[in-house]
């Protein structure tokens, strides 16, 4: 069974202070690891996709990496803007159709 | 459209209401997929078709979950005779791939029907 923890749940960071959220997963077979930002009462808005261990992309202050077991999100130098909820999903490459399982999310502070 | 567009927004169902949630997905987007996200959680997926076809539904909590797209485009989702733990943000998502290769397979989410059933 596709497996995906995020740590923490929670970061409070003050404005400049740059962090890493985590996402480990198991998965059997990994077509593509996704990542997502949702602000409260909206739907996930898609970051990034990686595909294959040592990939990394990067948008703004946000980059993201994958090893075999896990991903990072690296955020630099961030700013109040960039609280929300960070989402990581793994899609499997045995199904016919692109589902993705998801973990629980960090919930991102960031004071001014 | 530009992008997933879900309504209602919001809902609020009497315990015993049956409620219908449509989904509106991204032009000539093959895949569309249902989700359902509790409070504080992450979203966990519902049902999948691609066109007209329901290729996945073993996410659907009950059997008084329905869910269809009988022209491939617009989908509708139903949740017959509501309870109290149905209350959730249902998300509705789509992509331009239908197969098991990486092109297209990029899913977009709208924003959500937020169901309260008191």
């Known amino acids: 069974e596709d497996q995906v923890t995020q740590s923490p749940e929670a970061l409070r960071l003050q404005e400049g202070e740059s962090s890493s959220l985590n996402c480990s997963y198991t998965?059997?077979?990994?077509?593509?690891l996704f990542w997502y930002r949702q602000d409260p009462g909206k739907g996930p808005e898609f970051l990034f996709t990686?595909?294959?261990a040592g990939e990394e992309k990067e948008k703004e202050r946000l980059k993201a990496t994958l090893t075999k077991k896990e991903s990072f999100l690296h955020i630099t130098a961030p700013k109040p803007e960039d609280s929300a909820t960070y989402l990581c999903?793994?899609?499997?490459?045995?199904?016919?159709?692109?589902?993705?399982?998801f973990g629980g999310g960090t919930r991102l502070m960031v004071k001014p | 459209g530009a992008g997933v567009s879900q309504s209602p927004r919001y809902k609020v169902a009497k315990r015993g209401q049956d409620v219908a949630l449509r989904c509106d997905p991204i032009?000539?987007?093959?895949?569309l997929f249902w989700y359902q996200q509790a409070l504080g959680q992450g979203p966990e997926f519902l049902t999948y078709?691609?066109?007209?076809?329901?290729?996945?539904k073993s996410g659907l909590p009950s059997d008084r979950f329905f869910a269809e797209r009988p022209e491939g485009s617009v989908s509708t989702l139903k949740i017959q005779r509501t309870q109290q733990e149905d209350s959730a943000v249902y998300l509705c998502?789509?992509?331009?791939?239908?197969?098991?290769?990486?092109?297209?397979?990029?899913?977009?989410f709208g924003e959500g029907s937020w169901l309260t059933v008191v």
């Open positions: 990686l595909y294959s």
């Open positions: 078709f691609q066109n007209e076809a329901q290729l996945d």
């Open positions: 998502a789509s992509s331009s791939g239908q197969g098991y290769g990486i092109s297209g397979n990029t899913i977009y």
């Open positions: 999903a793994v899609q499997p490459r045995r199904n016919a159709g692109n589902m993705l399982t």
């Open positions: 032009s000539g987007h093959v895949s």
């Open positions: 998965v059997s077979g990994l077509r593509g």
